[in-house]
């Protein structure tokens, strides 16, 4: 990395769980984060919860549920000047209770929205910036997770991700389809079925730029969290036992700290230069506490259901 600036990554869902303890880990290495969030006050009083200093970070507004707002966030990080090194697509809803779908602004269900489409579109639009960075180690890393692969113990819990043939990507995915493979809206498989495709994403990302642009193409799944955020819309007593669950029999526990540090390295550390990769430290946490790249769910290695969902997706979020 260059001496005379810091390396600049941006962070979404920056301002709870995972996505705010890579944040200060990044900043911990002298990295500047750009925070980009939904609500810009919650992100400032968690920054400084977590002790990050004030000039390590900017925090700017996305939601990822609008691709307008991804456009617009695109926009002022340019008007900001800021060089870009590293993207780091973290954010994610999941609403298992959920028993009809919400609605993005564009019509389409909310929850591949925020997780699949709007963060396809973030990674179409700054791969111009992660380009222009004179940084010789350019990253783009996307979040998994386990309940993608219906190989692991998570993803074999019902409902199992099922993209089938991306019927609803296919019909536009408005009203009333609610559902990627164009079936019964189930708000769990939803989330599911967006974390299949952020793989794709990835893949299809290193399959088609990695070679003309020399940018590291790669997810990772840093263990279960099981105190995040990301289950606040979960029943009270599932909030409860679950962290209890992952760390008395499962073994899969992880903090939100260690998580955090572990997508930090991958962003920032040369073992994890390897572009296309699937980072995992194992469901039940090995004992030495080392990564390794899993191999990912059938779906997900899937090339030409990569493929047809690239263009089904870009024809969604209006690439042009």
């Given at each position: ?33 750009v925070m980009a ?55 994610a809803i999941y ?226």
């Amino acid at each position: 990395m260059e001496q005379h600036r810091k390396s600049t990554v941006v962070i979404t869902g920056a301002s709870s769980g995972v996505g705010l303890y890579a944040a200060k880990a990044l900043a911990k290495r002298g990295w500047h984060v750009v925070m980009a969030c939904r609500d810009l006050a919650k992100t400032q009083q968690a920054a400084q919860a977590v002790g990050m200093p004030q000039d390590s970070y900017t925090i700017m507004h996305i939601d990822l549920g609008s691709l307008e707002s991804v456009r617009q966030f695109v926009k002022d990080f340019r008007a900001s000047g800021k060089p870009l090194d590293a993207l780091v697509c973290n954010a994610a809803i999941y609403m298992p209770l959920l028993k009809e779908p919400l609605r993005s602004p564009e019509g389409y269900e909310l929850t591949v929205t925020t997780n699949h489409l709007g963060h396809f579109l973030l990674c179409n639009l700054m791969l111009e910036d992660l380009r222009k960075s004179h940084s010789v180690d350019r990253r783009l890393g996307i979040l998994g997770t386990v309940t993608h692969n219906p190989d692991e113990l998570g993803g074999k819990i019902p409902p199992r991700p099922d993209l089938g043939n991306l019927d609803g990507l296919a019909a536009g995915f408005k009203e009333p389809v609610s559902m990627i493979d164009g079936k019964k809206f189930e708000s769990v498989k939803a989330y599911k079925d967006s974390k299949v495709c952020n793989v794709l994403t990835m893949r299809e990302l290193h399959r088609r730029y990695h070679q003309p642009t020399g940018i590291i193409f790669s997810s990772l799944y840093p263990g279960c969290v099981a105190e995040t955020p990301l289950f606040r819309n979960h029943y009270p007593l599932f909030q409860k036992l679950f962290p209890l669950f992952q760390k008395y029999i499962t073994g899969g526990y992880v903090s939100q700290e260690l998580a955090g540090e572990r997508v930090a390295a991958v962003v920032a550390d040369p073992e994890y230069k390897q572009s296309g990769a699937y980072w995992s430290w194992g469901n039940r946490q090995k004992k030495d506490g080392k990564s390794f790249v899993q191999r990912v769910s059938p779906q997900a290695r899937d090339d030409e259901k990569g493929e047809r969902m690239w263009e089904l997706s870009a024809k969604l979020v209006e690439l042009a």
